[in-house]
């Protein structure tokens, strides 16, 4: 089975600063990571991927995430924080198998407020 | 963005009532799942379908159906909603590999009174 947790349910940074979004999984297999942001009254939007082949993944708006094996991590991370920028994000993990038939194990979601 | 329609968008029914809700893609990809989001739980799986006529259980089932008659089309039906099931609803598609990301609808906001 697999799981993630995502430590914060809330996080609150100033424009400008660093954007830091924590997440770590659990599976028995090599996972396939994902990021997704969540904007009010909308679906979720896939930020960036890791599928196993670079470490570090860059995304869409900035973001990028760092996948650490020994620490099973797949922190998100942002240079400077915008205020378009604050939604909800979620981290997913996957075995990338079709004998699971794909399925994802969601976080609970961390929403990000940005200060002016 | 990737073809996903959900409807309707915004439903309120009364308790004991059947609902049907619908999700139609135009990416011809042969997965489809619905999950429900909650604050404090993020989304969990209800069902999902492997192909026509192929549909499976996710973790949060109870009270929850569904079928897929054809491959662009996944419905989620109560049988007699509860106020419990008072949720967001999304639909969200995957390919086979090498894209392994799902695709979400925009979501259909379901209340029970």
């Known amino acids: 089975a697999q799981s993630v947790t995502q430590l914060g349910s809330h996080v609150s940074v100033s424009e400008g600063a660093l954007v830091l979004l924590r997440c770590n999984y659990s599976?028995?297999?090599?996972?396939?990571l994902f990021w997704y942001v969540q904007y009010p009254n909308q679906g979720l939007q896939l930020l960036l991927k890791?599928?196993?082949?670079?470490?570090l993944v860059k995304g869409i708006n900035g973001f990028e995430a760092e996948f650490k094996k020994s620490e099973t991590s797949f922190h998100l991370t942002k240079p400077s924080a915008h205020m378009s920028d604050a939604a909800e994000y979620f981290c997913?993990?996957?075995?990338?198998?079709?004998?699971?038939?794909?399925?994802?194990?969601f976080g609970k979601g961390t929403l990000l407020t940005v200060n002016p | 963005d990737a073809g996903i329609t959900q409807s309707p968008r915004h439903k309120v029914t009364e308790t004991g009532t059947p609902v049907t809700l619908r999700c139609h893609q135009t990416?011809?990809?042969?997965?489809m799942y619905w999950y429900r989001q909650d604050p404090g739980h993020g989304l969990r799986l209800i069902h999902y379908?492997?192909?026509?006529?192929?549909?499976d259980k996710g973790e949060v089932s109870d009270g929850y159906s569904v079928s897929r008659s054809k491959t662009e089309d996944f419905l989620l039906t109560l049988e007699s909603a509860t106020s419990s099931q008072t949720s967001v609803y999304f639909c969200?598609?995957?390919?086979?590999?090498?894209?392994?990301?799902?695709?979400f609808g925009p979501g259909t906001r379901l209340t029970v009174l």
């Open positions: 969200a598609i995957t390919g086979d590999l090498p894209s392994v990301e799902q695709f």
């Open positions: 990416e011809n990809h042969r997965y």
């Open positions: 599976s028995s297999v090599p996972p396939y």
């Open positions: 890791y599928t196993s082949a670079a470490t």
């Open positions: 997913a993990v996957s075995d990338g198998s079709g004998g699971s038939n794909y399925k994802l194990t």
């Open positions: 379908s492997y192909g026509v006529k192929d549909t």
